[in-house]
């Protein structure tokens, strides 16, 4: 049967041959410790799962407007006042089935076939692919540990070309943690501001989940003569713990809105209506359970970050400011035979930490990154001690 270029063209997942195997090995009753949680750990909070099981009991499990109920797109619009001080119009935004069907959405509307999109690396792993599947091409920019991970405005400035229709900001991120401060998003501001045709797409996935001393700040909240040009993408998934859920939205001008509309009415449709209500009660409580949450994922983010720069040849620095990952240097133990296995990248290594140690990592190569692995802090203290343990035996070995 014929597939598509477009289709044919996506990779498969790179991690996905060594998640199965530790998924394999735990269901084989091996006692894995797994730091490859991309999603919390914390239930979905009572009062948000109430609502959805009211609504569904109350019979409203009919279709809805494609973008989103009235009710919430107001819950939207009031989310962004109240953590944005920006004012937009429920025409101005569209709740789609995560934030990953936002922003396939959001690269559908705005690339043609050729078309560029600048992603800094490392850079969340379904960028690239979305971006292929619209028939654009990623200009990627490395941004190491070196330098934050953070593009600099002269690589920004240099990876603008005439074919550039977009440029990915990703912060706090996933997968480094970097969160960028308010200085150098004026100063990459500043760089746009030069590239009119250029659209931001702001993935503010995490911007909930910030630990002292960083804090988060948008772009456009701080250069409003961008915001004629930023779409902001956010959602339920990781703030309030509702990855399963599938709630995202994003907000931007009205023509790009109503086009991703269009598009979305003619794919999916609405998410599902019965969490929709739920949704605004969400996006307007009081956020009382974040602040517990918070400090339990810093708590953790600290005894990670520690105990992988106590390993030797990992290097944690900078340490990660935001979402709930690690993203370490390991590039110092790549050359080493440990316990039979060459380790010579990022897969080698993870391969030699799930083998022979029993933890599970992601490869940093996922994301564009071969020298570092990531590790999730979404999971209890005693299994990032023990699984610390591990990696220290395994690395002295
Ligand atoms: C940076 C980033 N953007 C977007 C998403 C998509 O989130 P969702 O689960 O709402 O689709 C994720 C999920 O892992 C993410 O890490």
């Known amino acids: 049967m014929k597939i598509s270029q477009k289709a044919a063209a996506l990779s498969p997942s790179l991690?996905?041959?060594?998640?199965?195997?530790?998924?394999?090995?735990?269901?084989?009753?091996?006692?894995?410790?797994?730091?490859?949680?991309?999603?919390p750990d914390f239930d979905t909070p009572e009062f948000i799962k109430e609502a959805a099981i009211e609504d569904l009991h109350k019979g409203l499990t009919k279709y809805t407007a494609a973008r989103g109920t009235p009710d919430l797109l107001a819950a939207v619009c009031e989310t962004l006042k109240r953590d944005y001080a920006m004012e937009y119009e429920p025409s101005q935004i569209v709740v789609s089935a995560g934030g990953k069907h936002s922003l396939f959405n959001i690269f559908y509307v705005l690339v043609d076939d050729g078309d560029e999109v600048v992603i800094p690396a490392p850079y969340w792993l379904s960028?690239?692919?979305?971006?292929?599947?619209?028939?654009?091409?990623?200009?990627?920019?490395?941004?190491?540990?070196?330098?934050?991970?953070?593009?600099?405005?002269?690589?920004?400035?240099?990876?603008i070309t005439p074919r550039t229709v977009a440029f990915v900001l990703n912060s706090p991120s996933n997968p480094t943690g970097a969160v960028y401060t308010k200085d150098e998003l004026l100063a990459l501001g500043a760089v746009l501001k030069?590239?009119?045709?250029?659209?931001?797409?702001?993935?503010?996935?995490?911007?909930?989940?910030?630990?002292?001393?960083?804090?988060?700040?948008?772009l456009p909240a701080l250069m409003p003569e961008l915001r004629d040009r930023t779409i902001i993408v956010n959602g339920l998934s990781k703030a309030y713990s509702m990855t399963?859920?599938?709630?995202?939205?994003?907000?931007?001008?009205?023509?790009?809105?109503?086009?991703?509309s269009n598009l979305q009415?003619?794919?999916?449709?609405?998410?599902?209506?019965?969490?929709?209500?739920?949704?605004s009660i969400a996006l307007r409580s009081d956020h009382a359970f974040l602040t517990g949450w918070r400090e339990t994922y810093d708590r953790r983010r600290n005894l990670l970050v520690d105990g992988l720069n106590a390993l030797p040849g990992v290097t944690c620095a900078p340490p990660p400011l935001g979402a709930f990952y690690a993203f370490p240097d390991v590039?110092?133990?790549?050359?080493?035979?440990?316990?039979?296995?060459?380790?010579?990248?990022?897969?080698?290594?993870?391969?030699?930490?799930?083998?022979?140690?029993?933890?599970s990592v992601v490869p940093g190569v996922a994301f564009g990154e071969d020298r570092c692995v990531r590790l999730s802090y979404a999971t209890s203290e005693e299994a990032i001690s023990k699984g610390l343990g591990r990696l220290a035996e395994l690395l002295k070995s």
Request: aromatic letters at 10%; proline letters at 4%; charged letters at 20%.
């Open 265 to 279: 009415s003619h794919s999916t449709s609405n998410i599902t209506s019965f969490v929709q209500r739920a949704a």
């Open 331 to 359: 590039s110092g133990t790549y050359g080493r035979n440990i316990q039979g296995i060459e380790v010579t990248d990022s897969m080698t290594f993870a391969q030699a930490a799930l083998e022979k140690a029993l933890v």
């Open 244 to 260: 399963g859920w599938r709630i995202g939205w994003s907000a931007g001008p009205k023509a790009v809105m109503t086009a991703i």
């Open 127 to 159: 960028y690239p692919e979305q971006v292929k599947a619209a028939g654009g091409e990623c200009k990627f920019v490395d941004c190491g540990p070196d330098q934050g991970f953070k593009i600099t405005p002269e690589q920004l400035r240099s990876a």
């Open 194 to 218: 030069e590239f009119p045709k250029v659209t931001i797409i702001s993935d503010d996935l995490y911007y909930k989940l910030v630990y002292a001393p960083a804090e988060f700040h948008s």
């Open 15 to 39: 991690t996905l041959a060594l998640t199965a195997r530790a998924k394999a090995m735990k269901a084989d009753g091996i006692d894995v410790v797994s730091f490859g949680a991309g999603e």
